[in-house]
């Protein structure tokens, strides 16, 4: 499609990209959709959803993310994997440059959600994969029987410390401070769980091990007070940062590299919509990200039939 100009790009294939694209696409309008991994974006990494409506039975992350990329593309979004790599306005056509070619559109949702951020510390990188880790849904069923340490007071940290007890015989939950960041409903379930074990007011220094995780380095904040834990993995949910970095100015962002939109989702460049986790002031929940995504999707309609 070098020349062919379509209607909408949507960048992510999350649920609010998806979502966005399947309104777009059902309204007629011509829809690429670019995912640089698989289809799904954070659920597709998430074990059970427990609070997207309609599934009081739960399901999983996966199969909501591949009933979602099913039912974008029966209305015709045609997905790219493909991961793109800058932005340019020529008049009024965009061009999506992506690592093969470049792709043209009348209207832009960027919908490109938000990474799993690291901590930071000496030999995480390097044991990543080797008893690091930030998915339990990929890893956890590779710690049968081993002890394993959470690190993070948010949800995730919660929500997937208990899908790790499912293998773990016990799971130690590090946090910085003494109260929990995560909501009421998974503190209470955590701390009921008797295989659950938390450590507070305390940071991982460094993750030891040569080949593999050995332990890890802790130090007290209250105490100042440094010790070392042995663990047979290290699980690490400390929150996510924008994927904007491809943006490199073409839109205005926040502080934190999250996408500035006004309340109906429009961006600083007439034309792009954003639309969930990457967009700043997003709540970051699947029902949130898919009503924005159908939100931005209505704008770029709108835009479309009044340029
Ligand atoms: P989050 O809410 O930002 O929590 C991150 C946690 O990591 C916080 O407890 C934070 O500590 C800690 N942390 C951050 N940087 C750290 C560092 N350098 N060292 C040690 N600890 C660090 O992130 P999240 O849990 O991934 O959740 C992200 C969003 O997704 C939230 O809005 C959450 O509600 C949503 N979510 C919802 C569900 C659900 O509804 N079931 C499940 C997963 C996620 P402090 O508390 O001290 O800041």
């Given at each position: 499609m070098?020349?062919?100009i379509c209607d909408v790009?949507?960048?992510?294939?999350?649920?609010?990209?998806?979502?966005?694209?399947?309104?777009?696409s059902r309204a007629n309008l011509k829809t690429f959709?670019?995912?640089k991994l698989?289809?799904?974006?954070?659920?597709?990494v998430t074990n059970e959803v427990e609070n997207y409506p309609g599934f009081p039975e739960l399901i999983t992350g996966p199969e909501i993310a591949m009933r979602m990329e099913e039912q974008a593309k029966k209305y015709?979004?045609?997905?790219?994997?493909?991961?793109v790599k800058s932005l340019k306005k020529d008049g009024a056509i965009f061009e999506v440059a992506s690592s093969s070619k470049v792709y043209k559109s009348k209207a832009i949702i960027l919908a490109c959600g938000a990474s799993f951020r690291m901590l930071g510390v000496p030999?995480?990188?390097e044991l990543t994969g080797r008893g690091v880790s930030y998915c339990a849904t990929c890893d956890g069923a590779f710690f049968k029987g081993k002890e394993l340490i959470v690190i993070g007071g948010g949800d995730s940290a919660l929500q997937e410390g208990i899908f790790l007890t499912r293998f773990a015989t016990k799971v130690t939950v590090i946090h910085r401070r003494d109260k929990l960041r995560a909501s009421p409903i998974l503190q209470d379930r955590a701390r009921q769980n008797p295989k659950i074990v938390f450590v507070w007011d305390t940071v991982v220094e460094k993750v030891i091990g040569e080949k593999k995780v050995e332990g890890v380095s802790l130090k007290n904040l209250k105490t100042n007070q440094t010790s070392d834990f042995k663990t047979d993995g290290?699980?690490?949910f400390v929150g996510h940062d924008p994927n904007s970095k491809f943006l490199n100015g073409f839109v205005e962002l926040d502080e934190h590299g999250y996408v500035k939109t006004s309340e109906f989702l429009t961006t600083s460049v007439p034309g792009v919509f954003a639309?969930?986790?990457?967009?700043a002031g997003a709540v970051k929940q699947l029902v949130a990200a898919c009503g924005e995504g159908c939100e931005a999707a209505l704008a770029a309609q709108y835009y479309l039939e009044n340029a």
């Open positions: 070098s020349e062919e790009i949507v960048i992510g294939g999350g649920g609010s990209g998806l979502t966005a694209a399947l309104y777009t959709l670019f995912e698989i289809a799904g974006g954070q659920i597709a015709g979004t045609q997905i790219v994997y493909d991961e030999r995480e990188k290290v699980f690490i639309a969930g986790e990457i967009r």
